[in-house]
């Protein structure tokens, strides 16, 4: 049975910083594409950053520089390192391991950017 359980949101004053977690089971973890996507209130789904299995990473313009994405294929975790909080990068962030045609999905963890 395959899990993605991330973990590591809450509630961060703007300019804070959160790192988020996302721990993977029942797949060849190394294989994986890891993306991390978020959903804000009332918004799409939207892609934030993205790891491949060789460590090439990407990343949406508007987390550019402040979001760091990264793996530990020995722990099957993908990190996702976000820095210079704003009040729009509230949302809900999943984490999302794709390889050809399979593609898995965690629940999902609330990030939330308020003073």
């Known amino acids: 049975q395959v899990q993605l359980v991330e973990s590591g949101g809450g509630l961060v004053q703007p300019g804070g910083s959160l790192r988020l977690s996302c721990v993977a089971s029942?797949?060849?973890?190394?294989?994986?594409?890891m993306d991390w996507y978020r959903q804000p209130p009332g918004k799409q789904r939207e892609l934030v950053a993205g790891i491949t299995g060789g460590r090439s990473t990407n990343y949406a313009d508007s987390v550019k520089g402040r979001f760091t994405v990264s793996r530990d294929n020995a722990k099957k975790t993908v990190y996702l390192q976000m820095n210079s909080l704003k009040p729009e990068d509230t949302a809900v962030y999943y984490c999302?391991?794709?390889?050809?045609?399979?593609?898995?999905w965690g629940q999902g963890t609330q990030v939330t950017v308020s003073s």
């Open positions: 029942g797949i060849s973890f190394s294989l994986y594409r």
């Open positions: 999302n391991a794709v390889l050809s045609s399979d593609a898995y």
